[in-house]
């Protein structure tokens, strides 16, 4: 146990939340609660000592819970809030006061025209200014769509391994994200293999490696792996990370690049 905590991995993608707490009109309501103590007892069980908390889609612009936590736990914990376009900045700096890192688009089943954050222009000085970054995550195929609404130097997360259409070089994401990593930085999660559709993530993780290489790939378990929770298991899903991820480059990208892009680590010693 002592030698598996050590390791100081980190979970960049999971999620918190109360059964049958959602906003008016979500497309999906838990009837059961994801929480924190569960999460930590189950990471830590595998050498997972930190994570990155991303508001699920449901919760809307609520960040409440998510907040409560990182006040808690500062060390261990990063967020990602789902905000306004017009959020003001006193709620902006209130949120990076206590370790939100950036914004979630979550387009997944939703249109992907998005002319309201096209033009939040003060929101996106003010990540600039702050070192936050935008992570999205849209529906197979569609992040070249929604790239192009929005800025390019601003630092991208992608979730889920980009859910390309195919495993190829050729195809329109993979294409979209080379191109978006010669003026800005950019991140893809190896999560969610589930949500690939026939695409095999195997092939998809090796494919990101060699096109974007590891300093650009992050790893997220996406518990508790909703509507798909029967792969809510960590040992599971740490022993998928180390079929994907070539062992040379575990510690980068379990450990190095979310250290740095979450909490500045390296920059900061």
């Known amino acids: 146990m002592n030698s598996l905590k050590s390791k100081n991995w980190v979970d960049t993608h999971f999620h918190v939340f ?27 069980n595998v050498g997972v000592t930190r994570g ?17 936590a990182l006040k808690a736990h500062p060390d261990m914990l990063r967020g990602i809030a789902v905000v306004r376009p017009d959020v003001s900045l006193e709620e902006f700096n209130t949120l990076h006061e206590v370790g939100v890192r950036g914004i979630r688009l979550n387009l997944a089943g939703v249109s992907h025209d998005i002319p309201a954050w096209a033009q939040a222009h003060i929101l996106w000085d003010a990540m600039q200014s702050r070192g936050w970054h935008l992570e999205v995550h849209t529906d197979q195929g569609k992040l070249p769509h929604v790239l ?50 026939e695409v095999d993530p195997g092939r998809l993780a090796a494919l990101l490696l060699s096109e974007l290489g590891p300093s650009a790939l992050l790893w997220g378990s996406d518990w508790p792996c909703t509507n798909h929770e029967q792969f809510a298991d960590f040992e ?23 250290l740095q892009l979450y909490w500045d680590y390296f920059s900061s010693r």
């Open 18 to 44: 109360n059964a049958s707490v959602a906003i008016e009109g979500a497309r999906y309501v838990p009837q059961y609660s994801a929480v924190l103590s569960d999460w930590m007892r189950q990471a830590q």
């Open 52 to 68: 990155v908390w991303v508001q699920p889609s449901f919760l809307g612009n609520d960040n409440s819970l998510m907040l409560d």
């Open 148 to 197: 192009s609404q929005l800025p390019s130097d601003l630092p991208l997360v992608v979730d889920h391994m980009a859910k390309p259409l195919r495993a190829s070089a050729d195809d329109p994401t993979l294409r979209a994200l080379n191109a978006r990593a010669m003026v800005s930085p950019v991140y893809v999660k190896l999560s969610g293999a589930y949500r690939l559709g």
């Open 236 to 258: 599971k899903l740490i022993a998928q990370a180390n079929e994907w991820i070539i062992s040379e480059h575990i510690e980068q990208i379990m450990s190095r690049n979310p």
